[in-house]
């Protein structure tokens, strides 16, 4: 069950507990990256064209790039941003920390666009509209956070980049600052949940999960 106290609150929580503190340190010592083959399927191969095509090696030429993507793979936004963002990090002359904020960043404008041209579209307004820009930043954020760690960031450092970058991107669209907080956690917590019930899986089914990796990591842990 999801923890709605926040994943600071919630770490604290795993820890008091025996069983979970075990799961907790499991999950430390395995890579948090769920290879992107095992969620997008055939859009994944097009993707990776379409960048290799391209060829980006800075920030400037991102934009475009994002919203090309989401433009044509909505229903992969997450596995998107995560592939755009490791592609970026081996292609870049100089790739720096700060430049996961700058990603996020990119990203989050850009899902947003997406979402308010589909729900334009679509004439949906209100509330229900606000809600599925939610989802959109949320998988931004999810999929800029998953892709700076398989480029091997600490999670700690990558997630404050990546909840920085969002917060900005989506306060600047004009989305309330409170419920961008909202939007922005939940695609961080997302990710944690989504590595916790690996870790839990692989524990006691002794095996692997289909389409994920369970290799041992070795920079990309706290």
Not at 97 to 111: E, P
Not at 156 to 171: M, P
Not at 207 to 216: F, I, R
């Amino acid at each position: 069950m999801p923890c709605k106290f926040g994943t600071v609150v919630c770490w604290g929580l795993y820890m008091k507990n025996p069983l979970l503190k075990k799961l907790a340190l499991t999950g430390l010592i395995c890579v948090f990256f769920l290879p992107i083959p095992g969620y997008a399927g055939p859009e994944t191969g097009d993707m990776k064209a379409y960048l290799e095509e391209k060829n980006p090696t800075s920030l400037g030429e991102y934009p475009s790039i994002f919203e090309y993507l989401y433009d044509k793979h909505t229903s992969a936004l997450k596995e998107a941003t995560q592939l755009t963002v490791m592609y970026f990090f081996t292609a870049a002359d100089d790739p720096t920390l700060n430049d996961i904020l700058s990603l996020t960043n990119i990203a989050v404008i850009s899902a947003i666009a997406q979402a308010d041209a589909e729900l334009a579209q679509a004439e949906v307004l209100g509330e229900e509209g606000q809600d599925n820009r939610g989802v959109y930043i949320s998988e931004a954020v999810c999929g800029s956070f998953k892709g700076a760690l398989g480029s091997s960031y600490k999670q700690v450092t990558s997630a404050g980049q990546a909840v920085e970058g969002g917060l900005e991107a989506a306060i600047t669209a004009g989305v309330d600052p409170d419920y961008a907080a909202t939007v922005v956690t939940r695609g961080i917590d997302t990710c944690l949940e989504e590595r916790l019930e690996n870790d839990v899986r692989i524990i006691i089914g002794d095996g692997e999960l289909p389409g994920s990796d369970t290799s041992v990591c070795v920079s990309n842990c706290i």
